[in-house]
């Protein structure tokens, strides 16, 4: 590619390449956590070894239009995730970190639809490939987020489920 001589039109033309490899800012109708964003708390339940006991602890989230920030304990310890979604509704994108779950950031792709987020993620452990898949959603009043952690052999298991409500 040659560049033009005017400087300007350069600076113009780079500034154009720079724009069209950004990823894209979520449009105002597009924001997946829209119609959930603020302050949120309520019991999270996680399935860890035992899959008809889980475990209980308290936990918050703090929502805005594309990052959904959380907090629980595993055991009395403090945990804290982030999931940080972009793109279309049709295509959405997120990279989600958990302190006790998956401490490198993960990536996922999903939908946005009817105010409810769906994503589903892979990663490997013990040699094998395993799925991780993310629900976010209003239902009713509350805010709910479950988790499914999925075998190798394709068997979806609950991980976490959170319900939530505005505190008062």
């Not at 945990?79 to 958990?98: F, K, M, V, Y």
Request: proline share 10%; charged share 20%; aromatic share 10%.
């Amino acid at each position: 590619m040659t560049l033009p001589s005017n400087p300007l039109k350069a600076l113009f033309i780079g500034w154009c390449l720079l724009a069209a490899l950004s990823p894209p800012a979520l449009a105002d109708d597009a924001q997946p956590l829209a119609a959930v964003t603020g302050e949120w708390s309520g019991p999270n339940k996680l399935w860890f070894l035992r899959p008809n006991k889980p475990l209980l602890s308290e936990g918050t989230a703090a929502v805005s239009a594309d990052v959904f920030r959380y907090t629980w304990a595993y055991k009395g310890k403090p945990q804290n995730g982030e999931l940080t979604l972009s793109g279309e509704p049709a295509a959405l994108s997120a990279t989600w970190t958990d302190t006790w779950h998956s401490p490198e950031p993960m990536t996922f792709q999903g939908t946005h639809e009817g105010g409810q987020i769906a994503l589903l993620g892979s990663y490997s452990g013990m040699g094998k490939d395993w799925g991780w898949r993310i629900e976010i959603g209003p239902e009713g009043e509350q805010l709910v987020m479950r988790m499914y952690n999925i075998t190798p052999k394709g068997k979806e298991r609950p991980a976490v489920e959170f319900i939530a409500d505005r505190p008062e």
